[in-house]
């Protein structure tokens, strides 16, 4: 499956896209992963918004935030239309993507191209949708040689992130692969469970213990872990008094991403109710120890988080799903027999309790998640990319 060997390091470029931190740490662990299985690959990071010029990164993350938090209607209607409208496929194919591309191939070509300072990349790989959009403008004008790799980041596939000219998709569940194969039938499509770093794995009863023990929580609580990503989207409060509610037993950890009014109000309410039932940490960099602490993680888009904590063997809760691409990854989370969606705080509340009455039934969700990160973790990303072997290393 692998490209002919070369007597030179391998070039990879993995371009993101900086809205939250979910594009991002998807172009890390594909880093990571890469970089263990193949330690002769020259690997680069590289981030489009800021190659727009424009102040584009923090204007998209604006009218991302603003339309999915004030506009939900308005948000599902575009997400509609990028599916059903051949006008809006073609603005995001031709005008967007000429945009990006322009943008990138200033680093990609000529004397001064900074992704390209020894040699064009072999490979090129893309987690972030209007990324892919101008790499695939690149690869069809034949501006871009290297193999084009689109990673799909959210469980459900959408029209947004498919455009002709890429090589190869990489989805996240069995049942995203032919719907991705109907948007791009001339691209190949890879089922890669779970695209994260290596210290998000399936978690023993012993780590679980260990990881409760290193951050002071109690060994007999059902601990839920409430996040609404790095942007604190949705909000979750909501989700946080609903796990509250379900009984004494239940201790909540709440991750307010980089919402600091969100973090006060909550930090106020465990004032109340007790701060040794909710904490509300800062930014929390060891997410596999909290994850792997927690039996519940609740989430609200089927991203990032969604894959670590069910790479980790945790029970995903999808609460009050995102517009648009949140409540498409709830409902195939839902037939994969991989999450339950909750829209009320009542329900969430109601299958906490049927948790702690049943805790068999909550092995059995843990026995599913850790399943699914099994399944294809075995996969050879590099051979997927098809990366060139190195028949002399230095």
């Not at 947004?160 to 194969?181: F, K």
């Amino acid at each position: 499956m692998n490209s002919p060997p070369t007597d030179r390091a391998t070039r990879l470029l993995i371009v993101s896209g900086e809205i939250g931190e979910g594009h991002a740490a998807v172009a890390r662990a594909v880093a990571t992963i890469v970089a263990r299985d193949r330690p002769d690959c020259d690997i680069r990071l590289a981030e489009a918004f800021a190659r727009m010029g424009h102040g584009s990164g923090p204007v998209f993350r604006w009218l991302f935030e603003f339309a999915v938090q004030w506009t939900p209607a308005l948000q599902e209607a575009w997400y509609a239309a990028v599916t059903h409208s051949r006008l809006v496929r073609w603005f995001y194919r031709e005008v967007m993507g000429a945009w990006v591309a322009r943008a990138l191939a200033a680093d990609l070509e000529g004397p001064h191209a900074r992704l390209a300072a020894d040699g064009a990349p072999d490979v090129v790989v893309s987690t972030h949708q209007l990324a892919t959009a101008g790499l695939a403008r690149l690869r069809r004008q034949g501006r871009l040689e290297a193999r084009v790799v689109a990673a799909i980041c959210d469980f459900a596939p959408h029209a947004y992130w498919t455009y002709p000219g890429v090589d190869e998709y990489l989805v996240l569940d069995d049942l995203a692969a032919a719907p991705t194969r109907v948007m791009d039938p001339g691209a190949g499509v890879t089922v890669r469970s779970a695209l994260v770093g290596a210290p998000f794995t399936p978690v023993s009863d012993d780590g679980a213990r260990a990881a409760r023990e290193h951050l002071g929580l109690p060994a007999d609580a059902l601990v839920v872990v409430v996040t609404a990503g790095s942007l604190g989207l949705g909000g979750i409060a909501g989700a946080v008094r609903a796990a509250l509610a379900a009984d004494p037993r239940c201790h909540v950890v709440a991750l307010c991403g980089r919402d600091e009014r969100a973090r006060r109000r909550l930090r106020a309410l465990g004032d109340r109710v007790g701060s040794e039932r909710l904490r509300v940490p800062g930014w929390v960099d060891d997410v596999p120890t909290l994850l792997a602490a927690a039996d519940v993680v609740v989430n609200n888009s089927g991203g990032a988080t969604a894959q670590e904590a069910l790479a980790c063997g945790r029970t995903l809760v999808l609460y009050q799903p995102l517009p648009g691409h949140g409540r498409d990854s709830a409902r195939l989370l839902g037939r994969a027999g991989l999450a339950r969606t909750c829209r009320r705080p009542r329900e969430l509340t109601r299958l906490l309790q049927e948790w702690l009455a049943d805790p068999a039934a909550l092995r059995a969700a843990h026995d599913r998640a850790a399943a699914w990160s099994r399944r294809q973790a075995g996969v050879d990303l590099a051979a997927v990319l098809k990366l060139p072997t190195v028949e002399n290393l230095p």
